[in-house]
């Protein structure tokens, strides 16, 4: 197997087909196996990607820039060098970015569960309904 393919520098990886690209939000796929994916997201100021869920573990790493994040109920200020570790079935996501804001998804799913039942517990905190 040639190793050298699966390091890819950030500035690479953006020269990938995109997986999403909207005006406030770009996300290139790095790496996809049956096991696991890497994605790196560049956001816009005000970009977004609100609030949702996996049935895989998660581990986001704020490369650059400030922004707004979601984990379970908690909102918190993140931003570059801070790493959130998501377990499957947590509700998570960068409700706002404050500044360009370059970011790594790793997601590891070697182990899916089975999807959670609506409860108070997994409910969209920001849901008013």
């Not at 986001?60 to 060098?81: K, W």
């Amino acid at each position: 197997m040639n190793y050298q393919s699966l390091i890819v520098s950030a500035t690479a990886a953006l020269k990938q087909p995109f997986r999403i690209d909207k005006e406030l939000l770009t996300v290139a796929r790095v790496h996809e196996s049956e096991r696991s994916s890497t994605d790196i997201a560049v956001f816009r100021p005000g970009g977004s990607a609100g609030p949702h869920r996996h049935l895989h573990d998660e581990i986001i790493i704020f490369l650059s820039g400030r922004a707004v994040f979601q984990i379970g109920d908690q909102i918190r200020n993140v931003s570059a060098n801070d790493i959130i570790s998501v377990p499957a079935g947590v509700i998570h996501g960068t409700l706002r970015a404050e500044t360009d804001c370059v970011v790594v998804s790793i997601s590891a799913k070697a182990n899916p569960i089975r999807p959670l039942p609506e409860s108070a517990e997994t409910k969209d905190p920001l849901d008013t309904q």
